[in-house]
């Protein structure tokens, strides 16, 4: 490694980090999440301090163009947990762009194709697993301070990439998608996936969409990914009904969600 700065003084800080949330699942164990919607850097470092394996930041149906989501990047590193940065669909430009300001994982939602999900992959990675465009003067770089090569390396290795599988249509190639080298993971999007099935609101419960989940998993087993779900109240019951059908990443609500619930709980019992 070349750095500019002497060992004694600032080498943790530009050497490059293990991805603590890739070696979880690879040594077969169930990760545990949350989400934030709120863009509080205060929230993603709570949460590592509380024990979360990673935060999923919603830019998706949540966006703030600015600063917010670096703050929150660095809040991660902090704390010990992964971000998990969801980005809109259909921008190359946002996967790249996550990932060189320090996030450690990229999701993109609604993908439905195995051409879309290379697309991503291409995005996020260097040659020769993708086609991702060098530049190395950001925070995932450390300024090139740190090896290019070895930078490179890191990234293609330790960077998660993710989609979201929310549509019937997108079950169609799931076998397809589940293959492509470069894809790390699946989020099961079941509010979404039970619109698609025809269902007249969101369940994560109902028979059909259990039926996707099942198939989905098994997917992902035989090729060797991991599979992201989120989980609402009952949490613990949810989560272990969701672990025994072979979910890696459990995401135990988001931060409205969690206060929504609590706060509403604690007012119907005090009041």
């Known amino acids: 490694m070349n750095m500019t700065t002497s060992e004694e003084g600032n080498a943790s800080f530009v050497r490059m980090p293990e ?36 935060c999923r930041i919603d830019n998706e149906h949540a966006w703030r163009q600015d600063n917010a989501l670096e703050n929150m990047i660095r809040a991660s590193y902090l704390s010990g947990t992964v971000a998990v940065s969801r980005v809109d669909r259909g921008n190359p430009y946002l996967v790249r762009k996550v990932l060189e300001i320090g996030s450690q994982a990229v999701l993109v939602p609604q ?26 003067l950001n925070a995932s ?16 290795s ?3 990439v993710g989609i979201m599988i929310e549509t019937a249509k997108a079950l169609d190639e799931i076998d397809g998608i ?16 039970s619109l698609s099935l025809g269902l007249s609101k969101p369940s994560s419960g109902d028979p059909k969409v259990l039926d996707c989940v ?25 989560a272990r009904k969701f ?21 509403s709980d604690l007012v119907k019992a005090v009041g």
Request: proline residues 3%; contains cysteine; hydrophobic residues 35%.
């Open 243 to 263: 672990i025994e059908m072979g979910c890696h990443m459990i995401e135990l609500g988001h931060d409205y969600t969690v206060l929504r619930d609590v706060w």
């Open 178 to 193: 589940m293959s492509l080298p470069g894809l790390d993971f699946v989020l099961i999007g079941t509010s979404d996936l």
């Open 214 to 238: 099942r198939r989905i998993t098994a997917s992902a087993r035989s090729h060797g990914k991991y599979v992201m779900i989120g989980v609402g109240k009952p949490w613990v019951e949810n």
């Open 141 to 156: 770089g450390r300024y090139g301070i740190v090896d290019s090569r070895e930078w490179m390396d890191w990234s293609n």
């Open 158 to 160: 330790e960077t998660m």
């Open 19 to 54: 991805n603590r949330l890739l070696k979880k699942l690879r040594s077969g164990k169930t990760a545990v999440g949350t989400c934030a919607y709120s863009f509080s850097p205060d929230i993603v470092q709570l949460a590592g301090y509380c024990g979360m394996d990673f």
């Open 111 to 136: 993908v439905e194709s195995r051409r879309e999900t290379q697309e991503i992959i291409d995005a996020a990675k260097f040659p020769p697993v993708g086609t991702r465009g060098f530049g190395n």
